[in-house]
């Protein structure tokens, strides 16, 4: 007999095969099992997780890295609750996720029943669009539209629940998925570039300024003409890390740690700023726009957010690439040697080398920066969790490439990268992977370590350990004088890794770390590294920048 129908977990996995997903990430429960079942009898490798926030955050990862939704799935109630995080830290960081997740019946929908929460309500601020499939008709449909929000720029995160009911209903052979069609953004009006060139022609010490978005528009190359073209310098913001590498004799650097690090000399005398890409979740343009008296040029696919330190003088909201290559020749201004460029390379060199010859153990952050950089190759990628440690890597970490250095700075969820790190390694299966953690996000998410061990995925997680959450103990010291109820006991990490089957390693020593990376990413394995790091150097690095002459030109 031939089969007329098929379920409508059916029919969404043959939409998610049309919309070229590969992976999905999720925990399988009892009101989603014929998803999980169609799955498996798919294209598309169901990628087991240990826990559902784990799962949004590898999604996430893997959306941040190829541009493509990644995939999160989970059961109704808790399950679906415990996908929250890691979706609205999608949508913060601007990266495409698609999360679906099984419901209560339509049946019982309206009455108070088990394990039934308005997660369509729950969603809806943490999302684009947060919906519920009502019926096996909409599937096509709704699934094509979520990946189309999700994937258009701004991008971010779409939910959908699945209730029970509708899962298993029959889905007729005439319901099939839909043809994707991309937008595409429109060439750049030529009164917007007539505009921003004459700001630019008339500027005395413009700045460049490339962020999140000019990465995720593959915009580097028509950067880095750009800024040639002009001699302007290019500062980034942590997600723009590696747009223009760091190497390239008009980088600055990344800017947002805080207000008077070295970077932000760079805008001190700026009087026009070229935010390529940039997104005000990044960081506050407070910091670098104290007055509001920058004249500021938006070049972005969307128009820019009201700040009063963000006030834009030209949007250009076009493709990014397109809109520097004809902007460039329109500008008179003769290039001129970018003010305080050098000056800002060579102090930031200056410390990561410092760091680099620093024998103290419990070792200093910068030798850990040091090390790490030295240990991975150009377009391997490093994972850096929030904490302590984003400031020290996200400042110090030369970036050449981007997304080889990944932060999280929207929502700056911790706990993030070892999950994350099974994502980049799905995503970039090529790259080394390495973590970069604290003792305290470590231990929320380890769990998945597990996970990357059945997926036999090598990857190398460092652990910077205080015993403490330090980036806490800093802001207390800083702002209260003293820090409480910040510190905590550890594990032996090292019997920690080995009882999941992973590779352990201590660091006794400042000058056994490098090795011991190296040896960690050359192994086909998982391997934890345990490294203690002497976080004393938080508040010298407060005073050092304090005593700087603000004028480095």
Known sequence: MIKSSRSAAELIVECLENEGVTHVFGIPGEENIRLVDALSRSSIEYVLTRHEQGAAFMAETYGRLTGKAGVCSATLGPGAINLLLGVADATTNSTPVVALSAQVGMHRRYKESHQSVDLVSMFAPATKWSDLVATPGAVPEMVRKAFKLAQTERPGAVYLAVPEDVEEADAPESLRPLPINVPRAEEPSRGQLERAAAILSAARNPVVL????????????????????????????????????????????????????????????????????????????????????????????????????????????????????????????????????????ELIGAELERGREDDRFPLAPARIVADT???????????????????????????????????????????????????????????????????????????????????????????????????????????????VDTRFGNPDFVRYAESFGATGYRIGAAEELLPTLQAALAADTVSVIACPVDYTANLELITSLGSLDENLS
């Open 373 to 483: 950089r030295a240990a991975l190759g150009r377009d391997d990628i490093v994972l850096v969790d929030t904490g302590a440690l984003k400031m020290w890597m996200a400042r110090l970490y030369p970036t050449y490439a981007p997304n080889t250095c990944v932060i999280a700075n929207g929502l700056s969820t911790m706990a993030w990268t070892v999950p994350g790190a099974i994502g980049a390694k799905i995503a970039r299966p090529d790259a080394k992977v390495l973590v970069a953690t604290g003792d305290g996000a470590f231990l929320m998410n380890s769990q998945e370590i597990e996970t990357a061990l059945r997926l036999r995925l090598s990857m190398v997680i460092l652990i910077w350990v205080d015993d403490a959450y330090g980036l806490i103990s800093w802001k207390m010291d800083l702002e209260i004088g003293h820090n």
């Open 210 to 345: 490339a962020g999140h978005g000019a990465a995720r528009a593959e915009a580097g190359d028509a950067v880095r003409r750009f800024a040639e073209a002009l001699g302007l310098p290019v500062a980034t913001t942590f997600h723009g890390k590696g747009v223009l590498p760091d190497d390239h004799p008009l980088a600055l650097g990344a800017v947002g740690f805080m207000s008077r690090d070295y970077v932000n000399f760079g805008f001190d005398g700026a009087d026009v700023i070229v935010a390529i890409g940039y997104e005000l979740q990044e960081f506050d343009p407070v910091r670098i726009n104290p007055t509001g008296e920058k004249k500021i040029i938006h070049v972005h696919r969307f128009p820019a957010e009201v700040d009063a330190h963000y006030d834009v003088s030209v949007g250009l909201n076009s493709d990014i690439g397109r809109s520097l290559d004809a902007l460039a020749p329109m500008v008179t201004r003769a290039p001129q040697p970018p003010a305080g460029g050098e000056r800002i390379r």
